[in-house]
């Protein structure tokens, strides 16, 4: 039965067969055949199809998907119990959108490692959208993000704000430009529009990445005050450029070393 929950699982969240048996490193047909056979155990209809592999999930696959989501956290509790340790650690998984990973994250992990030397913390970086999915996916625990995204599954809580400069070379035609699902990608189309500007952009998919070039005077960009370094240029912006900070987690979390870190992060930010 896991071997078929498993395969639901990916196919539901990547909806088309094709993509499932590439993940799963089997053949589509077998992705099919898993898929009815559990359809027929469970006397259930669980996809649709759209098309030749595309597929449409119907109301008993929205239930199936997020009790299987419980049921795997509750399955990884269970190895970890099982596993022979000396001291038993919990994993507590968190990701964050870029900014925040690298400038603020460091600092909370520092309160956070010294107050639960028993935990086993994983981190990870990607943008605003993909730790909103992650979470949702419970393929993290906690989420901290720079757009005001919203999910019914999902609890956003506001933390801290974020001021963003002009900096750089301001003599420079080139931008440096994050790419379009970044978070600090609005505030330079907005800073474009204001100034009725249609620069030369150079895309840069990391804020590390352009922090680096504008110490080498390459262009000119908009970024987080925080990552300011002495060799970079820069002047202040309006109000308009300030930006909330998110912190995400699940309506549950089924263990209470994970609820007490979850305190501790929002007594941290109050």
């Known amino acids: 039965m896991f071997k078929l929950l498993q395969t639901f699982r990916v196919a539901y969240e990547t909806k088309n067969f094709s993509k499932t048996a590439e993940q799963l490193f089997i053949s589509q047909p077998a992705v099919s055949n898993q898929i009815k056979q559990l359809e027929k155990e469970l006397n259930i209809k669980l996809f649709v199809r759209n098309g030749r592999q595309e597929i449409i999930t119907t109301k008993q696959a929205d239930v199936l998907y997020r009790h299987l989501l419980n049921l795997s956290d509750d399955w990884e509790d269970t190895l970890q119990a099982l596993k022979i340790q000396n001291i038993p650690k ?124 504008l110490e080498q005077g390459i262009g000119q960009s908009i970024i987080s005050k925080k990552a300011l370094t002495k060799k970079i240029k820069w002047r202040p912006l309006d109000q308009a450029y300030q930006r909330n900070f998110y912190f995400l987690k699940r309506q549950q979390v089924k263990s209470p070393k994970l609820d007490k870190i979850d305190l501790y992060i929002n007594n941290y930010y109050q």
């Not at 949702?136 to 906690?142: L, P």
């Not at 505030?187 to 990391?206: A, C, D, G, V, W």
Request: glycine share 2%; proline share 3%; aromatic share 10%.
């Open 90 to 213: 919990e994993t507590c998984k968190i990701v964050a959108s870029n900014t925040f990973a690298v400038y603020y994250l460091p600092e909370l992990m520092k309160q956070l490692v010294r107050e639960f030397p028993e935990v086993s913390f994983i981190l990870d970086m990607d943008n605003s959208e993909k730790v909103l999915d992650k979470i949702d996916k419970h393929q993290a625990h906690f989420g901290f993000i720079e757009k005001p995204l919203i999910t019914e599954s999902i609890i956003r809580q506001e933390i801290l704000s974020d001021e963003l400069v002009h900096a750089g070379d301001f003599s420079q035609t080139l931008w440096l430009v994050r790419e379009e699902n970044s978070g600090v990608f609005h505030y330079t189309e907005r800073y474009f529009l204001e100034h009725n500007l249609s620069p030369q952009k150079m895309i840069i998919k990391n804020n590390e990445m352009i922090v680096r070039c």
